[in-house]
């Protein structure tokens, strides 16, 4: 993002070699819709099962539930896409190799110093140790975040009392294939995919802190007919939720972990890293442009994400209670309950806007910046509010909204009678003549509605707010 907006770029990682085995599983429309303009949606989907099915094991109950097209008609992506975390970072790496980019593995970003405009920071490598000078630094560093320590950010918050488990397995099985097969039970929740880097399984489970955590154990409990021929490997994961005290320190910002830890619970820490990366990037591409400070464009940052981080944190705790919680109520849930409410399950799943409307809620297609200093104006969608997807006339043909926006940059939509604002050649401006209106709608480089207005002077003043003067 910050090099398709115009800025020189440095990635510097203390690991060796990419981070194995993959955490994440899942890509949601949201995410899918923020890496659209760099070119990789495409890539992404062809490694992923974006058809997905559930089979959920309820004591001897089974419940097969499909995740792909559902009721989003609003989104290129109507469906949850089960992808690990290391076909994601594969793709992103080439796409960045493709624009000469190269992550700089074993650099460790060792200290830093906040000086005048800018950043020193402390590489140290097998060369040795040198001071280099930024204009910002972003920490994208984990939950163990040197960036975060140096920069002075809190780190409130605690662990939780269960742990995650992860392993690669080889099985044979009579279990359908193709399938994520999800137990519940007393003891937590355990998941089966057909997604496994160094065996043919991933499996995914919770279990009390301290409890025993053998995969061939947690299998032989969760009464599935698997019998494991090998263990390629396995970890004991010990989960967290926290919230940085602020998201950023002066020229310091942090995105993802670094920022906000929580659960597994709804596959939101990958997604929820990418979206905040994709917001901060082009906010510091547009910034470096300029010697000045733009602060209502920096500053928009924390008081974007900082709320969804907060909102993400709260929605994956109550979730994660229900699913892998210890105390009498989760357990009665999964071990009693669930069982019993099995036969509505189907019926329930088979609600099409109910399930959009969940997947809605966990993909954050419903985040909106409304708030934020750079939303100015009226109308909906409102400023702040992520534009939906559909379909518009453009340029003699019909076309969809997001393959319009699909490019970096600012995105100037004119209903067809709106006159033409003055804009600089980092914003491209659409004509809809299907749109009978004065209507201006500038839309940011993440896919949110920055402006929305008739008059075409007031976009040219928000275009100077976030350093894309008009021409």
Not at 319 to 344: H, I, M, N
Request: overall charge positive; glycine content about 10%.
């Amino acid at each position: 993002m910050l090099h398709d907006h115009g800025a020189a770029v440095r990635i510097v990682d203390r690991r060796p070699g990419a981070f194995r085995p993959s955490r994440a599983m899942i890509v949601h429309p949201r995410t899918l819709e923020v890496l659209r303009p760099l070119g990789v949606a495409g890539a992404l989907l062809d490694r992923g099962d974006r058809s997905p099915e559930a089979e959920l094991h309820l004591g001897r109950r089974r419940v097969r539930v499909r995740l792909n097209a559902l009721d989003l008609p609003d989104t290129a992506f109507p469906h949850l896409t089960l992808l690990r975390q290391m076909d994601v970072e594969d793709v992103l790496l080439g796409a960045l190799a493709r624009r000469g980019v190269r992550v700089e593995r074993g650099t460790e970003l060792a200290d830093f110093r906040p000086v005048p405009g800018s950043v020193t920071a402390t590489l140290r490598s097998a060369a040795g140790a040198r001071e280099e000078r930024y204009r910002f630094l972003a920490g994208c560093d984990g939950q163990a975040s040197t960036v975060r320590a140096r920069a002075g950010l809190g780190w409130p918050g605690g662990p939780y009392r269960e742990d995650a488990v992860l392993a690669d397995l080889d099985l044979d099985t009579g279990l359908t294939p193709g399938v994520a097969h999800v137990v519940a039970g007393r003891e937590g929740l355990l998941m089966l995919f057909a997604l496994g880097e160094t065996a043919g399984w991933r499996l995914l489970a919770t279990r009390p802190h301290g409890a025993a955590a053998d995969p061939r154990d947690l299998l032989a409990g969760a009464g599935l007919d698997v019998r494991v021929r090998n263990v390629a490997w396995s970890s004991r994961i010990p989960l967290q939720h926290r919230l940085a005290t602020g998201f950023r320190a002066g020229p310091v910002f942090l995105a993802g972990d670094a920022a906000h830890a929580h659960s597994p619970a709804g596959g939101q820490g990958m997604n929820t890293g990418i979206q905040d990366a994709v917001n901060l990037g082009w906010k510091l591409a547009y910034a470096a442009r300029h010697e000045e400070d733009l602060p209502a464009l920096l500053g928009s940052y924390e008081q974007e994400r900082r709320p969804v981080a907060r909102q993400v944190l709260a929605l994956t705790h109550l979730v994660f209670w229900a699913e892998a919680g210890t105390g009498p109520v989760p357990a009665f849930l999964r071990g009693t309950l669930a069982p019993l409410a099995a036969p509505v399950i189907p019926v329930a799943m088979n609600r099409r806007r109910l399930v959009a409307t969940l997947v809605r809620t966990l993909s954050q297609l419903r985040v909106n910046y409304r708030s934020s200093p750079l939303s100015e104006g009226i109308g909906a969608p409102r400023p702040g509010d992520r534009l939906p997807d559909e379909t518009v006339r453009c340029a003699g043909r019909d076309v969809r909204l997001h393959e319009l926006t699909a490019a970096p940059g600012v995105h100037v939509l004119l209903h067809r009678d709106a006159r033409l604002p003055k804009v600089s050649g980092r914003a491209t401006v659409h004509r809809l003549p299907d749109r009978p209106a004065r209507t201006i709608i500038a839309v940011r480089p993440d896919g949110h509605v920055g402006f929305r207005d008739t008059d075409p002077a007031r976009v040219t003043g928000w275009l100077d707010l976030i350093g894309a003067p008009g021409g």
